[in-house]
């Protein structure tokens, strides 16, 4: 459920015979907010991965802060701050990529503008170090909003973007993740080793990254990047670079970037119906997270979480998953991180 509840509200919220729902209040006055992923399994964090991922963590938000107090538009605040997660090998996006059935990397984004509805995305990209910079260039340099492949790569190319061997993508992490789903799948499924199917389970490695950012003129961003899913079929696209699925920014409504199982997200177009929520039923932006991520995705096990800031600055985060990466600044730049905790 949305988390940053004030403590009262929290205690009341657990109370069985209230509708903890409505007890959710929006954190004011924040103008950036990012999420790393519904992230690793909680019984997997250790101390030193938890210190690398607030780490990085803080620095995109310190980056897309400065970027914000330099004048920069809140599409350069998402931009900033998702450059910084594509870098690290932490996450699912960039850099630390999950790997494809094939054994390759294939990376979605996208990002869109709240005050004109301009989007832009790329899908199934192998050689972009920096796919949401690709996005942005794909929305303000072509008259397209999604390109995909082969096409998304020249284009990108063409606008000056850094190019990289597909090696580059390459982690010792995701790399292991990919040879368990391998040898899981070579091994026959008799059920008669339960606890060695356990183990071999596909790791879950939702760590795909997003922003959301309100800059000094009051416009609304909003972007995602990711590696798509661990063993994802080769030229599956999820729901990442779908706008209206994965991302969605309007300044009357809320800016919006999705992490989770990208097939529910695209089928129930969550970032678009939280927005739409906000701006046709007039719920709050905690309220509007709940709804969708609570109500529709989680009876269907439609796993994963959101991040969702109003043009007056009200952020909400909402999860169904064990965890979601996220951190957010307020406008004296004082940043807050969290993982697991609600
Ligand atoms: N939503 C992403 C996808 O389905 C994965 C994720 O968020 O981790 O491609």
């Known amino acids: 459920m949305a ?4 403590p009262s509200m929290a205690l009341l919220a657990a109370l069985p015979s209230l509708p903890a729902l409505a007890a959710e209040i929006p954190v004011p ?7 790393g992923g519904t992230g690793d399994a909680k019984k997997e964090m250790t101390p030193e991965l938890e210190k690398v991922l607030r780490a990085d963590m803080e620095r995109a938000l310190k980056a897309g802060y400065e970027s914000l107090q330099k004048g920069g538009s809140g599409l350069d605040a998402v931009e900033a701050a998702i450059r910084v997660l594509e870098d690290s090998p932490n996450f699912n996006a960039g850099k630390g990529a999950v790997f494809t059935h094939e054994g390759r990397n294939e990376l979605d984004a996208s990002i869109m ?3 004109t509805l301009r989007a832009g995305a790329v899908a199934g990209v192998t050689v972009v170090k920096n796919p ?3 996005a942005r260039a794909v929305m303000e340099k072509s008259k397209h909003v999604l390109l995909m492949g082969r096409g998304a790569e020249v284009f990108a190319t063409k606008a000056g973007l850094e190019i990289v061997d597909p090696a580059y993508f390459w982690t010792e992490r995701r790399w292991k993740d990919i040879q368990k789903v391998w040898k899981r799948e070579a091994k026959p499924h008799d059920n008669k080793d339960p606890q060695a199917e356990v183990e071999a389970a596909p790791p879950h490695s939702w760590g795909t990254v997003g922003a959301v950012a309100l800059d000094h003129d009051g416009n609304l961003a909003a972007g995602t990047s990711t590696g798509g899913m661990t063993n994802k079929m080769f030229g599956r696209v999820g ?4 706008i209206g699925a994965g991302t969605y920014a309007d300044n009357g409504a809320c800016a919006v970037s999705c992490t989770g199982h990208g097939e529910y997200f695209i089928r129930f177009a969550v970032a678009h119906d939280i927005a739409s929520l906000v701006k046709y039923k007039g719920l709050n932006v905690a309220q509007a997270a709940d709804e969708v991520v609570q109500k529709k995705l989680k009876p269907i096990e439609g796993e994963g979480g959101v991040i969702v800031l109003d043009a007056k600055g009200n952020y909400a985060a909402s999860f169904n998953s064990e965890g979601l990466y996220r951190g957010y600044v307020t406008r004296d730049g004082k940043t807050h991180v969290a993982l697991y905790e609600q």
């Open 3 to 6: 988390n940053h509840l004030i």
């Open 132 to 134: 949401i910079s690709a």
């Open 113 to 115: 503008e709240g005050k």
């Open 239 to 242: 729901d990442s670079p779908i």
């Open 29 to 35: 006055q924040v103008v950036l907010a990012i999420h």
